[in-house]
């Protein structure tokens, strides 16, 4: 450790120094493997080498499928706690709803398939991709399977809704908590239910959603 908080007041329980302490050490630790990342050895003609900073712009895609993903999953896990908080509150209010206490979790996660179904199947569009207008001439001596697509998801954007936004969308251990429950309580055919609707659902959503998306792109 390179710091330590046994200087702490006393005040502060040993939990809490323990907290703390962690906390510092993995700051310094994250701190220093960046500072590792970023040096080179750069090798001089008479075989020496010296050690430098590589140029920063190395780590730039990287960082912005980081930050690709991180912002997908944001919105993501803010959008499925609102929907989550919202229709608890309407089955608090209706006790006719009751039964449907979890199912919004199965709306949740059959959307999220279909979406991430509809990412998949979108094609990926590079950013040195050729416009139709230029390539129109070569690309009918070319057979079919080969033409270049003009509209699609660029592979960061794919990042952000498939892996970002539906990954945190969607939720299997909810789920799974919600049939362990059921079947604690007796309820196993609602259980079944439930398992069916979210399992063969995804699986049929995120087929419709696949074939959707290469159905507007004519792939």
């Known amino acids: 450790m390179l710091y330590h908080v046994s200087s702490l007041p006393h005040l502060i329980g040993e939990s809490c120094q323990r907290r703390v302490q962690f906390l510092l050490d993995f700051v310094l630790s994250f701190a220093y493997t960046l500072y590792n990342a970023t040096l080179c050895r750069v090798q001089n003609f008479d075989g020496s080498t010296v050690v430098g900073m590589t140029n920063l712009f190395s780590f730039a895609p990287a960082l912005a499928d980081s930050l690709s993903v991180g912002a997908g999953a944001v919105c993501g896990a803010l959008c499925r706690h609102h929907i989550g908080k919202y229709a608890a509150e309407q089955f608090s209010k209706d006790p006719r709803l009751k039964p449907f206490s979890v ?57 952000l809704i498939g892996a970002g936004f539906c990954g945190s969308f969607t939720t299997f251990s909810t789920f799974s908590v919600d049939v362990v429950n059921m079947i604690g309580r007796g309820e196993v055919l609602r259980a079944t239910t439930y398992a069916m609707a979210n399992n063969v659902g995804g699986i049929l959503a995120a087929a419709a959603g696949m074939m959707l998306a290469k159905r507007i792109h004519r792939l």
């Open 103 to 159: 199912w919004h979790t199965a709306v949740i996660n059959v959307f999220g398939s279909f979406m991430l179904g509809g990412v998949m199947g979108t094609p990926i569009l590079h950013k040195h991709t050729i416009p139709e207008s230029s390539y129109a001439a070569s690309a009918r001596v070319k057979s079919h399977h080969q033409r270049i697509p003009v509209s699609g998801l660029t592979p960061r954007m794919k990042l």
